[in-house]
Nanobody, 119 residues
């Protein structure tokens, strides 16, 4: 079983920045593709970003391109989502997710962390 441990999030004002982190304890980290999803109240969960743990460029939803960035720290088994120029519409519970490298299904999920952006 792969465990995902999220940290970060909080309450900020529009235009501010936040960083979310997701750590994978154990030895599975380099076998995974990591992702971020979010779910706003009364809305479907939506894809935000994905990054392979061993290399390659991250991918982003159109709604966050140019504002969000993703990075990996293999030594710490951690991926980070840097969120800049936050907007009230970014308010949601953000979930870290993981799938086997080359797989199609996001199998593992973090506990979620609340991000609230006030106007």
């Amino acid at each position: 079983q792969v465990q995902l441990v999220e940290s970060g999030g909080g309450l900020v004002q529009a235009g501010d920045s936040l960083r979310l982190s997701c750590t994978v304890p154990g030895r599975a980290f380099t076998l995974l593709t990591m992702g971020w999803f979010r779910q706003a109240p009364a809305k479907e969960r939506e894809f935000v970003a994905a990054i392979a743990t061993t290399g390659g460029e991250p991918h982003f939803a159109d709604s966050v391109k140019g504002r969000f960035s993703a990075s990996r720290d293999i030594a710490k088994n951690t991926v980070n989502l840097r969120m800049n120029s936050l907007k009230p519409e970014d308010t949601a519970v953000y979930y870290c997710a993981a799938k086997q490298r080359g797989g199609s299904e996001w199998v593992y999920w973090g506990q979620g962390t609340q991000v609230t952006v006030s106007s």
